[in-house]
């Protein structure tokens, strides 16, 4: 069945603005894994008895025991008289939608298809440990119980549909590639950055929308700085009376800290002083 292009390690962007180094972009291995990450929960799509498919509601964690490339595929907590529960136990089969929150929403949309099986029993008393750490004892039908089911999403197939710059498209990511890959070592930090960008250092956003853009101060209507990663970071700009654009800026070097994350930030931002100085 097609579900759009085949993607590969590497993805391409515009070239940047002099005196800007190259841009490169996170491949989307990558991209799908820093998804994933930054998703404390998604929808599950199972299949009732009469094969009609049921959509909840569930959270899940990243586990990196048991087999290689574990961390790829998200361990689910299921209420033992869920109905997703029996429904995953006579067809194990499954997709689930990886919801991202904050900051992270504009990455991408990521769908992994594949199976459940039971977790390792060895593995359980750690999954119970991260679903408390990540999601707290829970009230309801999200409190944890003693008798919750924890499965294991085998992935088969990542469905990934990039949300920024301008090679927005559905893609299949090789299963290879998704379970090599590792989230971006920014995930963490990266909401932070993106919120002192757009409260503390809103004039080099803006000089760096007219860098990367072209559009004058007195055409740009809003501009806001959306994400950053080890390798560099988005813009969405709007000029008056046109549809906003996403523009990309690339880091000199990779990082992989938040110190050396605004240190390339701050160095870019003397670029743009600079040039739009003139």
Known sequence: RARGARCGASAAEPAAPAGVVTVTVPGPAELART???????????????????????????????G??????????????????????????RCSL??????AAQCLARLTLVGRAEPLEDE????????????????????????????VRLRVEEAFLVSLLGHAREAATVPLAD??????????????????????????????FAQMATGI???DLEDVRFMWVDSKGFYLRAKRRGEAPVDARLGFPREVSTEKDAVSELTMLSQIAWEQVRG
């Open 216 to 218: 004058t101060l007195e």
């Open 97 to 102: 939608l990886a919801q991202t929150e904050g």
């Open 178 to 207: 998704y379970e090599a890959a590792l989230p971006d070592p920014l995930l963490e930090c990266a909401p932070g950055l993106v919120e002192m960008m757009n409260v503390e250092r809103i004039e080099d956003v803006v000089r």
């Open 35 to 65: 998804a994933l990450a930054a998703a404390p929960r998604g929808a599950l799509a199972s299949l009732a008895p009469g094969q009609q498919p049921l959509a909840t509601q569930v959270s899940f964690v990243l586990l990196d025991g």
């Open 67 to 92: 087999s290689e490339g574990a961390g790829a595929h998200p361990v689910l907590r299921l209420r033992a008289d869920a109905e997703h529960t029996a429904n995953l136990d006579a067809e194990p």
């Open 123 to 150: 593995l359980v008393p750690d999954a119970q440990a991260a679903f408390l750490a990540s999601h707290g004892a829970g009230v309801g039908v999200d409190a944890l119980q003693e008798d919750d089911h924890y």
